[in-house]
């Protein structure tokens, strides 16, 4: 995303890796829109996008209750979402300029953690590591660099990767679609796998390390994130395979003692039961489509943050 004076420049990922689409945005509903319809996705690039909705509010004199409640609406699991309004919300003044410079700040911070993230991940890749990961967590989901994938890109700049693995990610394919794209655009080797693949790679011991990201981290390490990382852990765990969560220390939710009280957000039936537009699922077929699952901490071998990697039992406060 890029800040111009007609407002916020948001790719939208909904187009990719087919079309390079950029949304104009110049009102606080136009951002909650983006949010709400993964023009915009990833924890900390959803946190990014609310700031500067947020400056876009205080631009057009709109009440700031009232931009935070409908941003804050937009998606109930991402802790960045209302990690980066309730910042916005504590400064003093609803001047534009302060609310614009404080977004723009979050910003650029993001983008120093992810940094930070990579080097301090970087140091669990063993030599000759054959990475797999699930769906994406690259500079899209981030002010740039990326969490789980910001480890990957500083860990083969240090010449210790030789294979990325990325899981399709279904039923949005952010993976295929995203991962695949930024991975392409760094030149690092990988294959995209279908999601039920995972266990079948770990199995005939083609996997060394396995690296999600996280849209939540509740106090005692249980972790909320795209649907199909609980199924990975469980997996890793089964065939002796470290497990690692990456993301930065505002996806820390010390207020929620565990993952039990995270909210999981259920989106539309039309995400599973079609593939392009096109349907594929029988008329009437009853769908659950959960956005994201619960994996324990305890299945979770290290959580990496800029402030270094954090081992079990977790007790973030």
């Known amino acids: 995303m890029r800040w111009a004076e007609d407002g916020l420049l948001l790719l939208d990922q909904r187009?990719?890796?087919?079309?390079?689409?950029?949304?104009?945005?110049?009102?606080?509903?136009?951002?909650?829109?983006?949010?709400?319809?993964?023009?915009?996705?990833?924890?900390?690039?959803?946190?990014?996008?609310?700031?500067?909705?947020?400056?876009?509010?205080?631009?057009?004199?709109?009440?700031?209750?009232?931009a935070a409640t409908g941003l804050a609406a937009s998606r109930p699991t991402a802790v960045n979402l209302f990690w980066a309004i309730d910042r916005i919300m504590a400064l003093d003044t609803w001047d534009y300029g302060t609310v614009l410079r404080e977004a723009q700040a979050i910003e650029a911070e993001d983008r120093a953690c992810n940094e930070r993230i990579g080097a301090h991940g970087a140091g669990l890749v063993p030599d000759r590591a054959r990475i797999l990961t699930i769906c994406n967590t690259g500079s899209l989901a981030t002010g740039g660099h990326g969490t789980a994938l910001g480890i990957i890109r500083t860990a083969h700049a240090q010449g210790k990767v030789v294979q990325v693995y990325a899981?399709?990610?279904?039923?949005?394919q952010q993976g295929l679609r995203l991962t695949a794209w930024e991975l392409l655009q760094d030149q690092i080797p990988f294959a995209c796998i279908a999601d039920g693949a995972a266990g079948s790679l770990m199995r005939a011991r083609e996997v060394d390390?396995?690296?999600?990201?996280?849209?939540?981290?509740?106090?005692?390490?249980?972790?909320?994130?795209?649907?199909?990382?609980?199924?990975?852990a469980v997996l890793a765990r089964s065939h002796g395979i470290p497990?690692?969560?990456?993301?930065?220390?505002?996806?820390?939710?010390?207020?929620?003692?565990n993952g039990a009280l995270i909210p999981i957000e259920e989106r539309d039936?039309?995400?599973?039961?079609?593939?392009?537009?096109?349907?594929?699922?029988?008329?009437?077929?009853?769908?659950f489509n959960p956005a994201f699952d619960l994996t324990p901490g305890k299945l979770i071998d290290a959580i990496v943050t800029e402030q270094g990697v954090h081992r079990a039992p977790y007790r973030f406060r």
Request: with cysteine; glycine share 10%; net charge negative.
């Open 269 to 287: 039936p039309t995400e599973l039961l079609e593939v392009g537009g096109v349907r594929v699922g029988p008329i009437g077929c009853p769908v």
């Open 167 to 172: 899981c399709e990610t279904r039923p949005r």
């Open 209 to 232: 390390l396995v690296v999600a990201g996280a849209d939540r981290i509740a106090a005692n390490g249980d972790t909320a994130n795209k649907l199909g990382t609980y199924t990975l």
């Open 243 to 257: 497990f690692v969560i990456a993301a930065p220390e505002s996806t820390l939710d010390p207020k929620t003692e």
């Open 15 to 66: 187009c990719l890796p087919l079309e390079t689409t950029w949304l104009t945005l110049n009102d606080w509903q136009g951002v909650r829109d983006a949010i709400r319809d993964m023009a915009v996705r990833g924890a900390p690039a959803i946190g990014i996008a609310a700031a500067y909705g947020m400056a876009l509010a205080a631009r057009s004199k709109v009440e700031r209750s009232e």
